[in-house]
């Protein structure tokens, strides 16, 4: 782990600036030998960090849940066991809100509510919506702040309560099941599937950088989507590419989709 290394890394002055700030935080956990962690990361930026800290012993990735898409770096010195992680001195927190069932709130709404308190996006980790629940993750130091502030999301009330991160057992994804069949499994063709779009409208996302696949940004209209792969569109919402089938009488292929609601 060499500081040095954050120039040949960093594409963007933005970058530059983030692996500067993670490599510090770190690396002052390292020299003192104590618990150290980060923000909450995207995936993007779990890659980069990936690249910077390599192996390191010690440097633990964690969202408060076995699949986070979004997680935090966190040291732990030799002493502490992994189960930390998951105690009363974890870095980060687990929140329940619970709301009229009736009134379907999204994982936009919550995400809205929490930026309109004030709270910043970095210290907010996976937000996972079912009906009349949502569980989501915040930094243990912005959780008193996000219990005292948050009180509705949309126009509906919130009754909100910290929960355990032991034995955590997080809510099923809703989504809406799209049958369909395309010439070929381009990131433009999944997109117009998926969100029932155009396909030139469709890569007018991906051009404009509004398009991600398992968290990394792709400007390809033509990449390949491997089965099992989540696409993200800016304003849209999120999909899956669930299961690519046979070929069809048409030599078209066959394929099942995924939307998240």
Same mark, same amino acid.
């Given at each position: 782990?060499?500081?040095?290394?954050?120039?040949?890394?960093?594409?963007?002055?933005?970058?530059?600036?983030?692996?500067?700030?993670?490599?510090?935080?770190?690396?002052?956990?390292?020299?003192?030998?104590?618990?150290?962690?980060?923000?909450?990361?995207?995936?993007?930026?779990?890659?980069?960090?990936?690249?910077?800290?390599?192996?390191?012993?010690?440097?633990?990735?964690?969202?408060?849940?076995?699949?986070?898409?979004?997680?935090?770096?966190?040291?732990?010195?030799?002493?502490?066991?992994?189960?930390?992680?998951?105690?009363?001195?974890?870095?980060?927190?687990?929140?329940?809100?619970?709301?009229?069932?009736?009134?379907?709130?999204?994982?936009?709404?919550?995400?809205?509510?929490?930026?309109?308190?004030?709270?910043?996006?970095?210290?907010?980790?996976?937000?996972?919506?079912?009906?009349?629940?949502?569980?989501?993750?915040?930094?243990?130091?912005?959780?008193?702040?996000?219990?005292?502030?948050?009180?509705?999301? /949309?126009?509906? !009330?919130? +009754? &909100?309560? @910290? #929960?355990?991160?032991?034995?955590?057992?997080?809510?099923?994804?809703?989504?809406?099941?799209?049958?369909?069949?395309?010439?070929?499994?381009?990131?433009?063709?999944?997109?117009?599937?998926?969100?029932?779009?155009?396909?030139?409208?469709?890569?007018?996302?991906?051009?404009?950088?509004?398009?991600?696949?398992?968290?990394?940004?792709?400007?390809?209209?033509?990449?390949?989507?491997?089965?099992?792969?989540?696409?993200?569109?800016? /304003?849209?919402? !999120?999909? +899956? &590419?669930? @299961? #690519?089938?046979?070929?069809?009488?048409?030599?078209?292929?066959?394929?099942?989709?995924?939307?998240?609601?």
């Amino acid at each position: 782990m060499e500081r040095s290394g954050i120039e040949k890394i960093a594409k963007t002055p933005e970058d530059r600036l983030l692996l500067a700030k993670l490599y510090d935080k770190i690396n002052a956990g390292v020299r003192k030998n104590i618990t150290a962690n980060t923000c909450f990361l995207s995936p993007r930026e779990l890659e980069l960090a990936d690249f910077l800290f390599g192996n390191l012993p010690g440097l633990h990735r964690f969202g408060g849940y076995e699949d986070a898409e979004r997680k935090m770096l966190i040291y732990l010195p030799d002493y502490l066991e992994e189960s930390t992680l998951y105690g009363e001195d974890s870095p980060l927190c687990c929140l329940e809100a619970n709301f009229f069932e009736a009134d379907k709130l999204s994982h936009r709404d919550f995400l809205g509510a929490l930026m309109g308190a004030g709270i910043a996006r970095e210290t907010v980790g996976d937000i996972c919506v079912e009906p009349g629940r949502c569980l989501f993750f915040t930094t243990a130091e912005i959780t008193p702040y996000v219990l005292d502030n948050l009180r509705e999301a /949309g126009r509906t !009330k919130l +009754r &909100l309560k @910290q #929960i355990s991160l032991a034995g955590l057992t997080m809510p099923e994804p809703e989504f809406q099941e799209i049958r369909d069949t395309m010439a070929a499994l381009r990131l433009d063709s999944v997109i117009s599937s998926g969100f029932r779009i155009g396909r030139a409208l469709a890569a007018d996302y991906v051009h404009a950088g509004k398009v991600s696949i398992d968290g990394l940004p792709c400007e390809k209209p033509d990449k390949a989507v491997a089965e099992g792969a989540k696409v993200s569109v800016r /304003g849209l919402g !999120k999909i +899956r &590419l669930a @299961q #690519i089938g046979g070929k069809t009488k048409k030599d078209r292929i066959a394929v099942i989709i995924q939307k998240y609601v």
